[in-house]
């Protein structure tokens, strides 16, 4: 059998949604978990103090990107259909990750984190997922006004392989080792950032030791 | 105070992540997600009040389709998300209202900013069609150049725009 399986397809689309709740308690249960539902983690990236998105983020990727090479490398998937589910528009994401990026810092959390924080009881967290569907309203309004640019710089599902004119397991193993160089220079920008008092954190516990928020973080 | 000790090591939480969207792309042929729900809830809330409004611009007509604007995975996989963090904060006893900010912060300007920044990472997601697990980690994790691209700005966009709020946590 080849997977993906068509989950929502025809009269399999209830159970399709009930494993879609499924995957998503799993998706919020480990996001709260990793304590990415905490606007304190989640912004520490930012400020140098706390690179746990960064750990989380790149060995998620790894993890997910070796399983699928593994799992397409034993017929088991097909990668390509996979693939062609995110195709590339190089100028509307690169302008749209910077604009995600600062609402990010503006609020503290990303789209999916906001959810986790608010389930939580965060109640800024909550502001942030109204403010989502405002923005997500906003741009369609807007989409026609937009032009040709939510479109530009299109070429299909591109991938990395293909651009470095590298096989799928070779790009794999170099991004498992861009990621292993990122996460030994989080513990050296934590470690500098500690040493030199938190910039974001200003007035914050002055009695607690240098250092002390990246200790109780790992 | 030990409270950060009661989280996942953040390599482990990374690899248990990385399976979640390894097991939605072998049983759904996509990853993960989240931006598009909180959308799909506000065309909902458009829908009920306007429909003829909603049918008179092609982006929101085309979310509502013929199923409506909630009959989608994504609003499925995100209420298993509320239920997965409530359960993951609740089984740890750091279930809690409040507005989080620094200490000397209004939590007014604070839900303001919260609200501002969730504005612009709606409109963003919508334009680079996915967010941070929508595109980065799981078109990242499948090699896409646009999620890498998408991934890196949002890096940029975030440290860009740090210094500037960075009173909200003071």
Same mark, same amino acid.
């Given at each position: 059998?080849?997977?993906?399986?068509?989950?929502?397809?025809?009269?399999?689309?209830?159970?399709?949604?009930?494993?879609?709740?499924?995957?998503?308690?799993?998706?919020?249960?480990?996001?709260?978990?990793?304590?990415?539902?905490?606007?304190?983690?989640?912004?520490?990236?930012?400020?140098?103090?706390?690179?746990?998105?960064?750990?989380?983020?790149?060995?998620?990727?790894?993890?997910?990107?070796?399983?699928?090479?593994?799992?397409?490398?034993?017929?088991?998937?097909?990668?390509?259909?996979?693939?062609?589910?995110?195709?590339?528009?190089?100028?509307?994401?690169?302008?749209?990750?910077?604009?995600?990026?600062?609402?990010?810092?503006?609020?503290?959390?990303?789209?999916?984190?906001?959810?986790?924080?608010?389930?939580?009881?965060?109640?800024?967290?909550?502001?942030?997922?109204?403010?989502?569907?405002?923005?997500?309203?906003?741009?369609?309004?807007?989409?026609?006004?937009?032009?040709?640019?939510?479109?530009?710089?299109?070429?299909?599902?591109?991938?990395?392989?293909?651009?470095?004119?590298?096989?799928?397991?070779?790009?794999?193993?170099?991004?498992?080792?861009?990621?292993?160089?990122?996460?030994?220079?989080?513990?050296?920008?934590?470690?500098?950032?500690?040493?030199?008092?938190?910039?974001?954190?200003?007035?914050?516990?002055?009695?607690?030791?240098?250092?002390?928020?990246?200790?109780?973080?790992? | 105070?030990?409270?950060?000790?009661?989280?996942?090591?953040?390599?482990? @939480?990374?690899? !248990?992540?990385?399976?979640?969207? $390894?097991?939605?792309? /072998?049983?759904? +042929?996509?990853?993960?997600? =989240? *931006?598009?729900?909180?959308?799909?809830?506000?065309?909902?809330?458009?829908?009920?009040?306007?429909?003829?409004?909603?049918?008179?611009?092609?982006?929101?007509?085309?979310?509502?389709?013929?199923?409506?604007?909630?009959?989608?995975?994504?609003?499925?996989?995100?209420?298993?998300?509320?239920?997965?963090? @409530?359960?993951? !904060?609740?089984?740890?006893?750091? $279930?809690?209202?409040? /507005?989080?900010? +620094?200490?000397?912060?209004? =939590? *007014?300007?604070?839900?303001?900013?919260?609200?501002?920044?969730?504005?612009?990472?709606?409109?963003?997601?919508?334009?680079?069609?996915?967010?941070?697990?929508?595109?980065?980690?799981?078109?990242?994790?499948?090699?896409?150049?646009?999620?890498?691209?998408?991934?890196?700005?949002?890096?940029?966009?975030?440290?860009?725009? !740090?210094?500037?709020?960075?009173?909200?946590?003071?």
């Amino acid at each position: 059998m080849t997977f993906p399986i068509e989950s929502l397809a025809g009269d399999r689309r209830s159970l399709g949604l009930a494993l879609a709740v499924v995957l998503g308690v799993a998706f919020g249960f480990v996001l709260e978990r990793a304590g990415l539902g905490r606007v304190r983690k989640l912004v520490g990236q930012f400020y140098g103090y706390d690179m746990t998105v960064l750990r989380v983020l790149f060995s998620a990727i790894v993890t997910a990107m070796a399983g699928a090479v593994i799992l397409s490398g034993l017929g088991v998937l097909d990668l390509a259909f996979v693939q062609a589910r995110y195709p590339t528009y190089l100028w509307p994401m690169i302008v749209g990750g910077i604009v995600l990026g600062a609402g990010f810092v503006l609020s503290g959390y990303c789209p999916g984190t906001c959810v986790v924080a608010a389930s939580t009881g965060k109640l800024d967290a909550l502001a942030t997922v109204g403010g989502l569907a405002l923005g997500g309203l906003a741009y369609a309004e807007l989409e026609a006004a937009l032009g040709a640019f939510p479109a530009s710089g299109a070429q299909g599902a591109f991938t990395l392989s293909q651009w470095l004119g590298l096989p799928a397991p070779v790009v794999g193993a170099a991004v498992a080792l861009l990621a292993l160089g990122a996460f030994l220079a989080a513990g050296r920008i934590e470690r500098l950032v500690a040493g030199r008092g938190d910039p974001a954190r200003g007035a914050e516990p002055a009695s607690a030791p240098a250092g002390a928020d990246v200790a109780l973080s790992r | 105070m030990t409270e950060d000790g009661k989280f996942w090591n953040p390599y482990v @939480a990374g690899v !248990a992540l990385g399976l979640v969207v $390894l097991a939605t792309y /072998v049983t759904m +042929g996509h990853g993960v997600g =989240a *931006a598009s729900a909180s959308f799909r809830v506000g065309v909902a809330a458009v829908n009920a009040v306007a429909p003829e409004h909603v049918q008179g611009v092609p982006a929101l007509a085309s979310t509502v389709g013929t199923r409506g604007a909630l009959d989608s995975w994504i609003v499925f996989e995100v209420l298993g998300m509320v239920l997965g963090g @409530a359960l993951g !904060a609740w089984s740890a006893g750091r $279930l809690g209202r409040e /507005v989080a900010r +620094g200490p000397t912060f209004p =939590a *007014a300007r604070r839900v303001a900013l919260a609200i501002a920044g969730g504005v612009l990472m709606g409109f963003a997601a919508r334009l680079a069609r996915g967010c941070t697990s929508g595109q980065a980690l799981s078109g990242g994790a499948l090699m896409s150049v646009g999620a890498w691209a998408f991934m890196l700005s949002i890096f940029v966009g975030g440290y860009g725009a !740090a210094w500037f709020v960075r009173r909200q946590w003071r």
